[in-house]
């Protein structure tokens, strides 16, 4: 509950022994916009942003943060950065200052023409801000008589960015002061500016400045800047080899396919590739990243070894992937040679990478070798086998695989898994000795269910009979990869595909709980069968005992009313009236699916349904909801719904609807950056800058 | 979008929400450069269960009944702390504990003819085995009362250690002395462990962040928790470290995997420096 103002300033007087009275005085008061007391509640603040416990302190930054009258706030928050004695009020003040953004920039930049004694902490708040408005103001203290103030101007320069800011600290790279020349420096690369070699190369044999002149070297798209950047590689600094290798890869990035090939061949010369795995395995991600680039560039077989192990490494996986396939026929063969001496999960991968290789994965060497490789006693190793077959085998595959399949079936494996895959995709290639292979078999025993979703995967309508007829199979097993694979034959014609739609019809009533939701998937994937019995099967359905079928009916429903196709058309607006009952469930199950459909459908009469779900307590539902409003047009009412859904205290609905509101345009642009100067979890953070991107047109919207 | 593996990816959003029903379950914590193991060890659980993609399966988890949810987290504990092992790992280690602190401890108590050891994430039983066998080879401690305890969070890799068969990959480190002596081959042509042996080991399931749990293990000479640390974000590690600190005797020895220190967690133990490795020991 709130206090007034007096009584709260007399609480805190009288807590001084007391911190969670203090900060509660100072969380609690209110006091009227424009009151008379107003400059006076302002000065309270301040006085309690120099408190001596933290909490009390972060209590007043967060009133001043917020302050309905945004540059009174600025203005005396402004006054406070002259306090000499109290850093935890100053240092609060700025905080304070940070989050008020742009309307804090004009009291800044007064206060920084009377050339105050403390203009350096003026200057690094200006920088901490990062609005380019602050530009003309920092511009001249480029020149300002404290060398201090100069290098905060210039560090402040490069985080705000801007044109005007990339050409004041260009100007300064060549006045012969290091520091300012560093910090110039620093933050052209953090604007990413381009420079041209020939302003940098006066710099690079000033130590202090090497490793900040290489980075920069890397972004010209000069070629000259190369023999520079390879020496660079091999320096005795370890931030100036970090430096050269990030130069490399980016110079790589920018220049045409001659340039590149120079690239190439100067790193085949390099004495030693030593620094470069000592980065991939010490680095920051952006360094180890970028040396593994490198060291795909460099040709080298020994480079092969530590890129393998860095397939290990979830965020350099891509990276190492490319730099393998990059180093081409002497990595392949020594990526088989060290394929047996790898953990699992490693042989996995080398195995799966292996037809990135192009031709000469095909050779019957290493055909023989994956064969081998699916009876490795490492599952993973065998699917990763298995996988790399399904791309790049031959016929001499199709044996092995089955073999493989036969092996593993039975249990949850995934080498099963990814030798039906496999043959699957061989299928596509090889039809005729597939089905030979399957039908001689026979559709029974533990690998049966495999077998059926190889027939599924060749995509044949001959094969609807033989799969319809394993609908009925005594396995559930079976029956459930039937359903799956009737889902997977397209270009029927109307009579199978009329066919192949009761057949799942029918087995949305099988005993089997898992062949129900496969029905129901397959049905989804099938609009042509759709039709009102469908849609009223499909709505039991989504009230079925288990969640999984419930989950794919909804699912279907969706994907009807969704569908395209001319046969669809009847059943459209059947299906939107169960999904409207189904979104208004407490159950996520069933009405997420359901709201996600609604959104995509655009009917404007839903808007309300999706709104009311916002206020539901599963954070399922509302994150759905906020995705339907995310993919429908922009109206006020939804719009200040998402606003809502923005400070929701759970971060995953904060997430969803911030990307929402991306999708809305430019009018959404102002409530996501008032958000952002407040938001603290990451994962909103991120969400919030690519929906102000989408939002303004600089990246595309997903709808 | 996380890397994916199959058609089943895995978005940040959603790997974090997985990640905090596993982490609140049991305490296992996965940095968000593991993501993509948490994404392959689970992916074949949405198959398993009729499910979609990844969001549909965390709905899954936190719908389901009581009952499914708690079977669901045991599946996926028992699938994302599996990995690779086998006996006699990290030999220089193994050497220590056998020529350098067996013989310590023997020393050490005279009397109280008891040796205690403790494998702490052991896994499919490997290393607890292992510890048994390097302790029989010793010949010293005979008239002894030896006790080795393997413990783990996952059911079914205890399943696997309370049987004691093994397949050849499981000995690619072992002497073939070791093999004759230890084992016996089965007719499927796979090794299990002599009775003799398997009779100073106990298993039994424990979440190491559980303290009453961990309670039951008794007082031990000697703890091997090797690459188990990783699992844990830093306040987890500080619990399993104290608790861990509580069952050593004194004077009682802690053996960490390599790549794993106690620096910033905890300066209860000292770091000794033996002739074949580093251990940490309990003043």
Same mark, same amino acid.
């Given at each position: 509950?709130g206090l007034?103002f007096?009584?709260?300033?007399s609480?805190f007087?009288?807590a001084?022994s007391?911190?969670?009275?203090r900060?509660g005085?100072?969380a609690r008061?209110?006091?009227?916009p424009?009151?008379?007391?107003?400059?006076? *509640?302002?000065?309270?603040l301040?006085?309690?942003? =120099?408190?001596e416990?933290w909490r009390v302190?972060?209590e007043?930054?967060? &009133?001043?943060?917020?302050w309905?009258?945004?540059?009174?706030?600025?203005r005396v928050?402004t006054?406070?950065?002259a306090?000499?004695?109290?850093?935890?009020?100053?240092n609060?003040?700025?905080?304070?200052?940070?989050?008020l953004?742009?309307?804090?920039?004009?009291?800044l930049?007064? +206060?920084?023409?009377? &050339?105050?004694?403390?203009r350096k902490?003026l200057v690094?708040?200006?920088?901490l801000?990062?609005?380019p408005?602050?530009?003309?103001?920092?511009?001249?203290l480029l020149d #300002?008589?404290?060398p201090?103030?100069?290098?905060?101007?210039?560090e402040?320069l490069?985080a705000i960015?801007g044109?005007?800011?990339?050409a004041a600290?260009?100007? !300064?790279?060549?006045?012969?002061e290091?520091?300012l020349t560093l910090a110039?420096?620093?933050g052209?690369n953090k604007?990413?500016?381009?420079?041209?070699?020939?302003?940098?190369?006066?710099?690079?044999d000033?130590?202090?400045?090497?490793?900040?002149?290489?980075? *920069?070297?890397?972004r010209t798209?000069d070629?000259?800047a190369l023999?520079r950047?390879?020496k660079?590689i091999?320096d005795?600094? &370890?931030? !100036?080899?970090e430096s050269?290798?990030?130069a490399?890869?980016e110079l790589?990035?920018?220049?045409?396919a001659a340039g590149?090939?120079e690239?190439?061949a100067?790193?085949?010369?390099?004495? *030693?590739i030593q620094?470069l795995?000592?980065?991939?395995?010490?680095?920051?991600?952006g360094?180890?990243?970028?040396?593994a680039?490198?060291l795909?560039?460099?040709?080298?077989?020994?480079a092969?070894?530590p890129?393998t192990?860095?397939?290990g490494?979830?965020?350099?996986r891509?990276?190492?992937?490319a730099?393998?396939v990059?180093?081409?026929?002497?990595?392949?063969?020594?990526?088989?040679?060290?394929?047996p #001496?790898?953990?699992?999960?490693?042989?996995a991968?080398v195995?799966a990478?292996?037809? $990135?290789?192009?031709?000469?994965?095909?050779?019957s060497r290493?055909?023989?070798?994956?064969a081998?490789?699916?009876?490795d006693e490492d599952?993973d190793?065998a699917?990763?086998?298995?996988?790399?077959l399904?791309?790049?085998?031959?016929?001499?595959?199709?044996?092995?695989?089955l073999r493989a399949?036969?092996?593993?079936?039975?249990?949850?494996?995934?080498?099963?898994?990814?030798?039906a895959?496999?043959?699957?995709q061989l299928?596509?290639r090889?039809?005729d000795?597939?089905?030979?292979?399957?039908t001689s078999? =026979?559709?029974?025993?533990p690998?049966?269910?495999h077998?059926?979703?190889v027939?599924?995967?060749?995509g044949?309508?001959?094969?609807?009979p033989?799969?319809?007829?394993?609908l009925?199979?005594?396995a559930s097993?079976?029956?459930r990869?039937?359903a799956e694979?009737?889902a997977?034959?397209g270009?029927t014609?109307?009579t199978?595909a009329?066919e192949?739609?009761d057949?799942?019809?029918?087995?949305l009533?099988?005993e089997?709980?898992e062949?129900r939701?496969a029905?129901?998937?397959?049905?989804?994937?099938?609009?042509?069968?759709?039709?009102?019995?469908?849609v009223?099967?499909?709505?039991r359905? +989504?009230?079925d005992?288990e969640?999984? !079928?419930?989950?794919?009916?909804?699912r279907?429903l =969706?994907a009807?009313?969704l569908?395209?196709?001319?046969a669809?058309?009847?059943v459209?607006? &059947?299906?939107?009236?169960v999904?409207r009952?189904?979104a208004e469930?407490?159950e996520?199950?069933?009405?997420?699916?359901a709201l996600?459909?609604?959104?995509?459908?655009?009917d404007?009469?839903?808007e309300?349904?999706?709104?009311?779900?916002?206020d539901?307590?599963?954070?399922e539902?509302v994150?759905?909801?906020?995705?339907g409003l995310?993919a429908r047009?922009?109206?006020?009412?939804?719009r200040?719904?998402?606003?809502?859904?923005?400070?929701?205290r759970?971060?995953?609905v904060?997430?969803?609807?911030a990307l929402?509101?991306g999708e809305?345009?430019p009018?959404a642009?102002?409530?996501?950056?008032? $958000?952002?100067?407040?938001?603290?979890d990451p994962l909103v953070v991120? *969400?919030?800058?690519?929906a102000?991107?989408?939002?303004?047109?600089?990246?595309?919207?997903a709808? | 979008?996380i890397?994916?593996s199959g058609?089943?990816?895995?978005?940040?959003?959603?790997?974090?929400?997985?990640r905090d029903?596993?982490?609140?379950?049991?305490?296992?914590?996965f940095?968000?450069?593991?993501?993509?193991?948490?994404q392959r060890r689970?992916?074949?659980?949405?198959?398993?269960l009729?499910?979609?993609?990844?969001?549909?399966?965390? @709905?899954?988890?936190?719908s389901?009944s009581?009952e499914q949810?708690?079977?669901?987290?045991?599946e996926?504990?028992d699938r994302v702390t599996?990995?690779?092992? /086998?006996?006699?790992?990290?030999q220089y280690?193994?050497?220590a504990?056998?020529s350098e602190?067996?013989?310590?401890? /023997?020393?050490?108590?005279? @009397?109280?003819?008891?040796?205690?050891?403790?494998?702490?994430?052991?896994s499919?039983?490997?290393?607890a085995y292992?510890?048994?066998?390097?302790?029989?080879d010793?010949?010293m401690?005979?008239?002894w009362?030896?006790?080795?305890?393997g413990?783990?969070i996952? %059911?079914?890799v205890?399943?696997?250690? @309370?049987k004691?068969?093994?397949?050849?990959?499981?000995f690619?480190?072992?002497e073939?002395?070791?093999?004759? @002596?230890?084992f016996?081959e089965?007719?499927d042509?796979?090794?299990?462990?002599?009775d003799e042996?398997r009779q100073?080991?106990?298993?039994?399931?424990?979440?190491?962040?559980d303290e009453p749990?961990?309670?039951?293990v008794?007082e031990?000479?000697v703890?091997l928790?090797?690459?188990?640390?990783? /699992?844990?974000?830093?306040t987890?590690?500080k619990?399993?470290?104290?608790?861990?600190?509580?069952?050593?005797?004194r004077?009682?020895y802690?053996?960490?995997g390599h790549s794993?220190?106690?620096i910033?967690?905890?300066t209860a133990?000292?770091l000794?420096?033996l002739k074949?490795d580093m251990v940490? %020991?309990?003043p």
């Amino acid at each position: 509950m709130g206090l007034g103002f007096l009584a709260a300033r007399s609480a805190f007087i009288g807590a001084a022994s007391d911190e969670e009275a203090r900060r509660g005085a100072v969380a609690r008061f209110e006091i009227e916009p424009h009151s008379d007391l107003e400059q006076e *509640a302002l000065a309270f603040l301040v006085e309690a942003m =120099g408190d001596e416990s933290w909490r009390v302190r972060k209590e007043a930054v967060a &009133r001043l943060s917020v302050w309905h009258d945004h540059p009174s706030a600025a203005r005396v928050l402004t006054s406070a950065l002259a306090e000499p004695d109290n850093v935890g009020r100053r240092n609060a003040a700025i905080e304070a200052l940070v989050a008020l953004g742009y309307d804090a920039i004009a009291p800044l930049t007064d +206060a920084l023409t009377a &050339r105050p004694e403390h203009r350096k902490v003026l200057v690094d708040t200006l920088g901490l801000i990062g609005d380019p408005a602050a530009g003309p103001a920092l511009v001249p203290l480029l020149d #300002d008589s404290d060398p201090n103030v100069r290098v905060a101007a210039a560090e402040s320069l490069g985080a705000i960015g801007g044109g005007e800011a990339q050409a004041a600290l260009r100007g !300064v790279l060549a006045r012969g002061e290091l520091l300012l020349t560093l910090a110039a420096l620093d933050g052209l690369n953090k604007l990413g500016a381009r420079l041209n070699a020939a302003e940098l190369a006066p710099l690079v044999d000033q130590p202090t400045l090497r490793a900040a002149v290489l980075e *920069a070297l890397g972004r010209t798209g000069d070629r000259s800047a190369l023999p520079r950047l390879v020496k660079g590689i091999t320096d005795g600094a &370890r931030g !100036v080899r970090e430096s050269a290798i990030v130069a490399v890869a980016e110079l790589h990035s920018r220049i045409d396919a001659a340039g590149q090939k120079e690239v190439i061949a100067q790193l085949q010369h390099l004495s *030693a590739i030593q620094p470069l795995v000592q980065a991939l395995i010490e680095g920051t991600l952006g360094v180890q990243r970028a040396a593994a680039r490198v060291l795909g560039l460099t040709r080298r077989a020994e480079a092969v070894r530590p890129l393998t192990l860095a397939l290990g490494d979830g965020e350099l996986r891509d990276d190492a992937l490319a730099a393998l396939v990059s180093i081409g026929g002497s990595g392949l063969e020594t990526l088989v040679a060290l394929a047996p #001496d790898l953990e699992g999960r490693l042989r996995a991968d080398v195995y799966a990478l292996l037809p $990135r290789f192009g031709p000469a994965a095909s050779e019957s060497r290493i055909q023989g070798l994956l064969a081998e490789a699916l009876e490795d006693e490492d599952v993973d190793a065998a699917a990763g086998a298995a996988q790399a077959l399904g791309e790049v085998g031959t016929r001499e595959a199709l044996a092995p695989l089955l073999r493989a399949l036969e092996r593993a079936a039975g249990e949850e494996n995934p080498a099963a898994q990814a030798a039906a895959q496999a043959l699957g995709q061989l299928g596509l290639r090889h039809y005729d000795e597939v089905r030979i292979l399957i039908t001689s078999r =026979g559709l029974s025993g533990p690998e049966a269910p495999h077998l059926v979703r190889v027939l599924g995967a060749c995509g044949r309508e001959g094969d609807a009979p033989l799969l319809r007829g394993a609908l009925g199979a005594d396995a559930s097993a079976v029956r459930r990869a039937a359903a799956e694979a009737l889902a997977q034959l397209g270009g029927t014609s109307s009579t199978m595909a009329a066919e192949i739609g009761d057949a799942l019809l029918f087995a949305l009533a099988d005993e089997a709980p898992e062949v129900r939701a496969a029905a129901a998937r397959a049905l989804a994937g099938h609009p042509r069968n759709a039709s009102a019995t469908a849609v009223d099967a499909l709505e039991r359905a +989504a009230h079925d005992l288990e969640m999984a !079928v419930r989950a794919a009916a909804a699912r279907a429903l =969706g994907a009807l009313a969704l569908a395209n196709d001319d046969a669809a058309a009847a059943v459209r607006p &059947r299906a939107a009236a169960v999904l409207r009952r189904l979104a208004e469930s407490n159950e996520a199950v069933a009405a997420v699916p359901a709201l996600e459909a609604l959104g995509r459908l655009g009917d404007l009469h839903d808007e309300r349904l999706l709104i009311a779900a916002l206020d539901k307590e599963d954070a399922e539902i509302v994150k759905a909801a906020a995705r339907g409003l995310g993919a429908r047009r922009d109206t006020g009412r939804s719009r200040e719904a998402l606003e809502r859904a923005l400070t929701d205290r759970r971060w995953d609905v904060r997430r969803a609807a911030a990307l929402a509101l991306g999708e809305h345009g430019p009018s959404a642009h102002p409530l996501l950056y008032a $958000r952002r100067t407040v938001e603290q979890d990451p994962l909103v953070v991120e *969400a919030l800058e690519e929906a102000m991107a989408v939002a303004m047109g600089k990246r595309p919207r997903a709808r | 979008m996380i890397s994916p593996s199959g058609d089943r990816p895995l978005s940040r959003d959603t790997f974090r929400l997985l990640r905090d029903v596993i982490y609140e379950h049991c305490g296992i914590f996965f940095a968000d450069e593991n993501a993509y193991i948490l994404q392959r060890r689970l992916a074949p659980r949405i198959d398993a269960l009729s499910l979609t993609d990844f969001p549909d399966y965390y @709905r899954f988890l936190r719908s389901a009944s009581p009952e499914q949810r708690r079977s669901e987290l045991e599946e996926i504990v028992d699938r994302v702390t599996t990995n690779e092992t /086998y006996f006699f790992r990290e030999q220089y280690q193994l050497e220590a504990f056998r020529s350098e602190i067996l013989p310590e401890v /023997y020393a050490r108590k005279p @009397r109280g003819k008891r040796l205690s050891v403790w494998s702490a994430g052991c896994s499919s039983g490997e290393e607890a085995y292992t510890v048994a066998m390097l302790i029989m080879d010793t010949g010293m401690f005979g008239d002894w009362e030896v006790r080795v305890f393997g413990s783990d969070i996952s %059911r079914k890799v205890l399943q696997i250690a @309370r049987k004691g068969v093994y397949s050849r990959a499981s000995f690619r480190a072992t002497e073939p002395r070791l093999q004759r @002596r230890f084992f016996r081959e089965t007719p499927d042509g796979k090794h299990q462990v002599r009775d003799e042996v398997r009779q100073l080991v106990s298993f039994g399931q424990i979440n190491l962040i559980d303290e009453p749990m961990a309670m039951l293990v008794g007082e031990v000479d000697v703890i091997l928790c090797r690459n188990v640390l990783i /699992y844990f974000d830093l306040t987890s590690r500080k619990r399993v470290i104290d608790t861990l600190h509580r069952k050593l005797v004194r004077g009682g020895y802690l053996l960490l995997g390599h790549s794993e220190s106690l620096i910033n967690l905890t300066t209860a133990f000292e770091l000794v420096h033996l002739k074949n490795d580093m251990v940490y %020991r309990k003043p």
